[in-house]
């Protein structure tokens, strides 16, 4: 069995003294992992870093093996991250996001060129945590906990939406509300599609954080988000 590919790599772990574990997320075989033969070697450790570009041959005997990973570099991200504690926050976010939810070896297209454009806009300071944003909606999405937003789940109405009800994922308006809208969580317009300050951004991170945890990571065995998305989160809201 083989097969070649790019894809972003999401994390490298040592294995045994000269060889390393690597996870990559490629748009035709999603998250796989592999050997990489002389992985922790002074030619090859550099390029394995959460986030590099890598054009990916894997090869195994059977299907179901980890099976080996031969890697070519393509491009680095960690410069540009390195030089920025919000990126760097931001890259180690989307990697460690990715890694935590996606099945194995379940293709995401959308999601992963989405993901490529997204990293490739490191060092954006000014745009990034917004682009950041949305693509913690479409995650959601491909994960099945997709958030309807175009009308009121009470009324049916579709302006005056500044509502998000918890359990629904579902737009509520602030008639529609009522004397629960303590218990609901924030509908900035940024999470509707339009631009927004980064006071609306974090609004739309705490809803978006909100069904991470308490929807997705809890279906998924109730394992915690990774902390790479709390420090993200903590980093952006030191600059407001």
């Not at 939810?101 to 300071?125: N, V």
């Not at 950041?132 to 994960?143: A, G, I, Q, S, T």
């Not at 906990?145 to 009121?152: K, P, Q, T």
């Not at 809803?207 to 991470?212: D, Q």
Request: charge should be neutral.
């Amino acid at each position: 069995m083989e097969w070649r590919d790019q894809g972003i790599l999401l994390s490298a772990r040592r294995h045994g003294e000269t060889s390393a574990i690597i996870e990559v997320f490629t748009p035709a075989q999603g998250r796989h992992a592999g050997i990489v033969r002389g992985g922790t070697s002074r030619k090859i450790a550099p390029s394995l870093q959460p986030g590099a570009q890598l054009d990916v041959a894997w090869r195994a005997r059977l299907e179901d093996h980890i099976g080996a990973f031969t890697v070519e570099p393509l491009r680095s991200r960690a410069a540009v991250a390195m030089q920025d504690r919000l990126a760097l926050a931001g890259l180690n976010a989307v990697t460690g996001l990715l890694a935590f939810c996606l099945p194995e070896r379940e293709p995401h297209p959308a999601l992963y060129q989405r993901t490529e454009a997204l990293l490739d806009m490191l060092g954006q300071g000014d745009v990034w945590p917004l682009a950041y944003l949305k693509w913690e909606l479409r995650l959601l999405e491909e994960m099945g906990y997709a958030l309807d937003l175009d009308a009121c789940a009470v009324t049916g109405a579709t302006e005056g939406l500044i509502y998000v009800s918890p359990k629904t994922g579902r737009a509520v308006s602030a008639k529609g509300a009522g004397e629960w809208a303590d218990r609901l969580l924030p509908l900035p317009p940024v999470l509707r599609g339009g631009a927004g300050n980064d006071a609306e951004v974090a609004q739309g991170l705490r809803t978006t954080g909100h069904f991470l945890t308490v929807h997705l990571a809890r279906d998924l065995g109730g394992k915690p988000l990774p902390e790479a998305r709390a420090r993200f989160v903590d980093a952006f809201s030191r600059r407001l």
